[in-house]
Structure formats: structure tokens, C-alpha cells
């Protein structure tokens, strides 16, 4: 190892360790680039060093990491004050070591993360990541005559999330016009928030086995994730199957969470 590394004092090795990162960083001119590079090929301790801090630079990428860099650099410099050694008594072997232990304790803590990251969430959030209501704004926002006021008023409390004064008005509805089918979705989701998911089911077959157009894709999607609230996963599955061989948005969503349930326990 180079003496004179050795023998450097606390002063020149913050210039040291500034310098270094200032070439990692790309801020130095090409002079002083050129005189690094060359002292790197001279001296491979300067080298091991240079290394060492690149090393660091890679593995601090997020926020939090630069706070744990911060907490380091911190003690670091408490290290130096208590330190009741002569200014050029610091040899560079314990600058290394101590970095050394930096860069294991941060890659002790992103494996951790890692870990969360990667355990597999429950049913129930995924049920809440995908789940959302159903708008009902082409019903509400019609001037059509067909669209009555009960039928406004009840989608009206939909929207405001009054789900349980919504299915009493929906119900009405249907029990005097048993042709707005189209209405069971609403009625199912209804069923769904109030955690009713046999009823909810029950709604929305109706528009799966009369094949409608316009809702089956989102009788489709309601279902799986129905079942997918009930753990049901093998049932939420065949009908995420089914909405991955259909067209529409709810193909993208369906393909997405069929990866996801992919080592899902059924």
C-alpha cells in the first residue's frame, strides 16, 4: 500500500474523498480528470479507494438511503472529534473498513426492503387496490325521457355513495320495469360494498347469462373480484380468464391481476 496514503491526515482525506466524488460525479475539468486517471493507474490503493466510493454511489440510490448516508457521515465526523489521536495518526486501512461496513449495512437494509416488496399481498388488498365503483354518469347526466327521476334519484345516492338507499330505489325500479337489466350491475356493486356477495353474484349472472353487450365485461369484472373479496381465488381466476380472452379495458386490468394471483394459495 502507498506511504504516503498512509500517512494521510483527516484534512487530506475529506480532500481526498471530495475529490473522488467529484470525478464519480463528472465535475471535474478535463486537467484534473486527466491527473486522476493517471494517479488511479499509478497507485492501486488510490485505485481501490476510487472503487470503493463508486461501489457506495451505485447502492445509495433512494431517499431514504441518502438519510442512512447522512447518519454515516455524522458519526463519521463524531468519530473524528472524540478521536484523541494526532492529526496524521489515521491510517487509510480504517477509512476503508469503515466505508466497507457502510455499503454491508445498506445492503443488509435494501434486501429487507426487497423482502417487503416482494411478499405477496393478501385477497383482500387486491380487492381494494381494484375495486372501484362503477360510474354511473351516462345514466345521470341523460336528458333522454327514459331516464325517470326515481331512476336519476337512486343513481343520484349511487354516486354519493349511499349504497344502501340506492338498491332500495334500483329495486323499485326494477320491480315496476323488469327491461332495465342494465341496472343489476349497479345493483351488484351495491351488494358488493355493503358486503353482501351472494346477492352481488346473483346480479350480476343476470347480465352474464343474458349476454349483455354492454355490460358483460363489467358483469365479468365484478365478479372476480367478488370472489377474489370471498378468497375464492380459483373462481376469481376462470373469470379473469374469461375477461382475458374478451376486448375492452377490462382485459389489461383482468391480465394484470391473473399475474399477480399467479402463487396465490387458493
Known sequence: MNTVLWELDMENQEQLFEQIERYLRGLLNQEEKLDFEKRMQEN???REEV???QTLETVIQDKNVHALKQTLDESWNTFKKQEERSRNSLPFFQSYYFKLAAVLLLLVLSVATIWELIQPKSNQEYYAEYFSPYE?????????????????????????????????????????????????????????VLDEELEALSSFKVLIDQGNELFLTQAH???????LKEDQVDSARAELKRLSGMSGVYKKKADELLELLQHTDT
Not at 369484472?221 to 370472489?227: F, M, P
Open 44 to 46: 492501486p490503493s488510490f
Open 51 to 53: 472503487e470503493l466510493h
Open 136 to 192: 354511473a354518469r351516462a345514466f345521470t347526466r341523460s336528458d333522454s325521457d327514459s331516464v325517470t327521476f326515481a331512476l336519476r334519484e337512486a343513481l343520484g345516492k349511487y354516486e354519493r355513495e349511499e349504497y344502501r338507499e340506492s338498491l332500495e330505489g334500483l329495486n323499485e325500479i326494477l320491480a315496476g320495469d323488469s327491461s332495465q337489466v342494465e341496472l343489476y350491475l349497479y345493483i351488484g356493486i351495491c351488494h358488493m
Open 221 to 227: 369484472w365484478y365478479t372476480a373480484l367478488t370472489y
